[in-house]
């Protein structure tokens, strides 16, 4: 079975992937593994529409893992200058004046570097060593958060860092008790993104901050999804939580690579040149990401798409919900704003656990039937599809309608 879809994959990515690529991609959930389908190549993207190397379209649904939310479209503008362009002040500023915890910015190229460097800063405000996450979670791939997730890393690394369920708040709590005074940070996704869509119970949060502050433990929203998505202020103005670090990437980019951490002055300062924690980098606050970045952000500041987008999504999740009923196919579809899930299963999906135990299979008949209809969705059961300003009623229409072709074989077990 893996023979036969590594032959297949040679034929529809080319042979000169495969042979001078990695498994033919540079990021492992691009291969197609999870759906069994073959991986596709694109040459370009346009609004709500990507283009495959032979010219088919598709709608997608992917839209860059959710980096973009104005759609596909083009930048212009210089490349690395090595000193600072005008365009990373105004992009700072768009993302403080939007987001309530922040008052300062440092960008990285990436969500992972954002991520390792609000470890390290909290590590160094509390002077303690541990860091405590949740299963199933992503916050990129440096070593603190990679523990227990990927071979290669250190003893140290995995001895300091702890995983509990989702929405698990006495999981949390034991875990602070049995090791009292370690904790440096609690590293969250306020809804996660990467076990698919899991909304977190308002509670959860709520308590989540209540404990980290009593016990003097840094608490780190990773809203490199959530931030510009589900609201301008992300997620802690959604919830109207107030964490003490917070990560960006992807939105704040418009489609350029990007990351960065924020946070009260007192925090960022530690940051070097003015503290002794080290971040930096030749590509940090690239020119074409910032402009790119202030341009998205601009217009979400203008013309905010929040109401609009959680329509479009409500509307898509009813008449997935509906196809599915019609067909007598169980699926629990995880939905906030633009941002949604479906799990092939019987049960509330309400972290990794249950998510692990939803029908994969159904998933990717389900995937690689609506690629056959020229729409595109996140070939793994674990991301979110995304919605765009670029969607129209008619994208979201015919995703389900193809759904509801795919649910009906699907019932007559095809
Ligand atoms: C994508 C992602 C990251 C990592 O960002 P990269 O730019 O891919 O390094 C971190 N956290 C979350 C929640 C993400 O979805």
Redesign the pocket.
């Known amino acids: 079975m893996n023979r036969q879809s590594s032959i297949v994959n040679r034929k529809s990515i080319g042979a000169g992937a495969l042979k001078y690529l990695v498994g033919g991609v540079n990021s492992p959930v691009r291969a197609f593994r999870h759906v069994g389908g073959n991986p596709l190549m694109l040459r370009q993207g346009r609004d709500s529409q990507v283009y495959d190397v032979d010219g088919r379209a598709y709608v997608d649904f992917i839209m860059g893992?959710?980096s973009l939310i104005h759609g596909h479209r083009q930048v212009k503008g210089s490349t690395v200058l090595g000193l600072t362009h005008p365009a990373e002040a105004e992009l700072a500023r768009l993302m403080v004046d939007a987001v309530p915890s922040v008052e300062q910015v440092r960008f990285t190229v990436?969500?992972?570097?954002?991520?390792m460097t609000a470890v390290r800063l909290a590590r160094a405000v509390t002077g303690r060593p541990r860091i405590l996450m949740f299963d199933g979670?992503?916050?990129?791939?440096a070593e603190s958060v990679m523990a227990g997730k990927t071979a290669g890393i250190s003893a140290a690394a995995t001895r300091e860092a702890m995983s509990v369920p989702y929405n698990d708040i006495e999981a949390v709590a034991r875990a602070i008790r049995h090791h009292a005074n370690r904790f440096a940070c609690v590293i969250v996704?306020p809804v996660a993104?990467?076990t698919g869509v899991i909304v977190p119970e308002v509670a959860f949060l709520k308590r989540l901050r209540a404990l980290t502050q009593r016990h003097g433990i840094l608490l780190i929203f990773?809203e490199?999804?959530t931030g510009f998505r589900l609201a301008l202020g992300g997620a802690q103005s959604y919830f109207r939580i107030t964490p003490d670090l917070t990560?960006f990437?992807?939105i704040i980019g418009g489609g350029m690579?990007i990351?960065a951490l924020g946070g009260p002055a007192r925090f960022m300062k530690r940051l070097a040149p003015e503290g002794n924690v080290y971040h930096g980098g030749t590509f940090a606050g690239h020119p074409l990401s910032m402009t790119a970045g202030a341009f998205t952000l601009k217009k979400l500041h203008a013309h905010p798409p929040y109401g609009a987008l959680d329509r479009a999504g409500r509307r898509l999740q009813r008449g997935l919900q509906h196809a599915a009923q019609r067909c007598g196919i169980a699926i629990q579809i995880n939905r906030l704003g633009s941002m949604l899930t479906v799990f092939f299963s019987d049960q509330p999906i309400r972290n990794a656990g249950d998510a692990a135990r939803s029908r994969r299979q159904q998933f990717a008949a389900w995937a690689n039937g609506l690629r056959r209809h020229g729409i595109l969705i996140p070939p793994s059961p674990f991301e979110a599809l995304f919605l765009s300003t670029a969607h129209t009623a008619q994208d979201v229409d015919r995703l389900i309608t193809a759904s509801e072709e795919i649910f009906t074989a699907m019932g007559n077990g095809a």
Do not use: I, L, M
Not at 110 to 115: P, Q, R, V
Not at 137 to 141: I, K
């Open positions: 893992w959710g990436s969500g992972t570097e954002a991520c979670s992503y916050h990129g791939h996704e993104a990467n990773d490199v999804v990560t990437g992807k690579p990351g």
